[in-house]
């Protein structure tokens, strides 16, 4: 089970900080990712973090302003979102990956959390 937290309503140029709480999972054997809807309603990824954090990727529309990071000890991934921009505004979902023998590539999703970024 994934609990994520932290959205909000924020003037463009602000800050926010995402949590995303495990339960249930060897979490740190977990790739954590966050993604976004988008306006045609598809999920883009706009962070990705394996292992204890050597492997992290972003897409171009996010590098240098949102930072990933993820707590082993606590089961937690965030996601810090500086200089935030209307274009933002979505709801946030944290992804938990695994690719297994048997199964192959299993996720799980939190709830969503709102980012709402005011201009």
């Known amino acids: 089970q994934l609990q994520a937290s932290g959205g909000g309503l924020v003037q463009a140029g602000g800050s926010l900080r995402l949590s995303c709480a495990a339960s249930?999972?060897?979490?740190?054997?977990?790739?954590m990712g966050w993604f976004r809807q988008t306006p045609a309603n598809q999920r883009e990824e706009v962070a990705r973090?394996?292992?204890?954090?050597?492997?992290?990727k972003y897409p171009d529309s996010v590098k240098g302003r949102f930072t990933i990071s993820r707590d082993n000890a606590k089961n937690t991934v965030y996601l810090q979102m500086n200089s935030l921009e209307p274009e933002d505004t979505s709801v946030y979902y944290c992804?938990?990956?695994?690719?297994?023998?048997?199964?192959?590539?299993?996720?799980?999703w939190g709830q969503g959390t709102l980012v709402t970024v005011s201009s």
């Open positions: 992804n938990a990956n695994i690719w297994t023998p048997g199964a192959g590539s299993v996720s799980y």
């Open positions: 249930g999972v060897t979490f740190d054997r977990y790739a």
């Open positions: 973090i394996v292992g204890s954090g050597d492997n992290i």
